[in-house]
T-cell receptor, first 115, second 115 residues
Framework: AQKITQTQPGMFVQEKEAVTLDCTYD???????LFWYKQPSSGEMIFLIY??????QNATEGRYSLNFQKARKSANLVISASQLGDSAMYFC????????????FGTGTSLTVIP | EPEVTQTPSHQVTQMGQEVILRCVPI?????FYWYRQILGQKVEFLVS????????KSEIFDDQFSVERPDGSNFTLKIRSTKLEDSAMYFC?????????????FGPGTRLTVT
């Protein structure tokens, strides 16, 4: 089974609108971390936001917030007030505390912000 | 802000040749990683390295691959005899600690093209 599933290969959003990028995960490890990375066309991977499995509150970082629903095993990224510079690939990733130290990545969502 | 650096940014090589991709992790980080991303696909884990030895590797990381930390700063990935399918973006990453909350900092990547 896939550790990380991103079901939206491509998304469009109007500038200044909010957008939600979906991510579901699969793990039996009670301790894990969920991460979102942004990859612009230049190729680098930029860390956006982190959510720990034991965190009680949803993580927020500026215009980014993570809608963490543990029972559903989902960790959706919400970008508020989209900007043209938000156009990029977005990857959800997970690391499990007790089963190795690699990151598992999803297939990514390509976000295009329309002016 | 400290960052992971990688050289070269782009490497073109002929099939069968050896290549060495270089990375300088963040100085106080202890865990080092190589990932690859075939064009248009997700990021795949290759290998993790800690305390001067491989701690985990994927099935992609076969005998053609090796990693080394030749001095206190560099972390290298060697591909002994490149194949066409090795063409990809290779990312180096480092982490300060092993707990799930520690994010991985990615380098800007090396685009390897095998002709």
């Amino acid at each position: 089974a896939q550790k990380i599933t991103q079901t939206q290969p491509g998304m469009f959003v109007q500038e200044k609108e909010a957008v939600t990028l979906d991510c579901t995960y699969d793990t039996s490890d009670p301790s894990y971390g969920l991460f979102w990375y942004k990859q612009p066309s230049s190729g680098e991977m930029i860390f956006l936001i982190y959510q720990g499995s034991y965190d009680q509150q949803n993580a927020t970082e500026g215009r980014y917030s993570l809608n963490f629903q543990k029972a559903r095993k989902s960790a959706n990224l919400v970008i508020s007030a989209s900007q043209l510079g938000d156009s990029a690939m977005y990857f959800c990733a997970m690391r499990e505390e007790n089963t190795g130290n690699q990151f598992y990545f999803g297939t990514g969502t390509s976000l295009t912000v329309i002016p | 802000e400290p960052e992971v650096t990688q050289t070269p940014s782009h490497q073109v090589t002929q099939m069968g040749q050896e290549v060495i991709l270089r990375c300088v992790p963040i100085s106080n980080h202890l865990y080092f990683y190589w990932y690859r991303q075939i064009l248009g696909q997700k990021v795949e884990f290759l290998v993790s390295f800690y305390n001067n030895e491989i701690s985990e590797k994927s099935e992609i990381f076969d005998d053609q691959f090796s990693v080394e930390r030749p001095d206190g700063s560099n972390f290298t990935l060697k591909i002994r005899s490149t194949k066409l399918e090795d063409s990809a973006m290779y990312f180096c990453a480092s982490r300060e600690g092993l707990a799930v909350l520690y994010e991985q900092y990615f380098g800007p990547g090396t685009r390897l093209t095998v002709t």
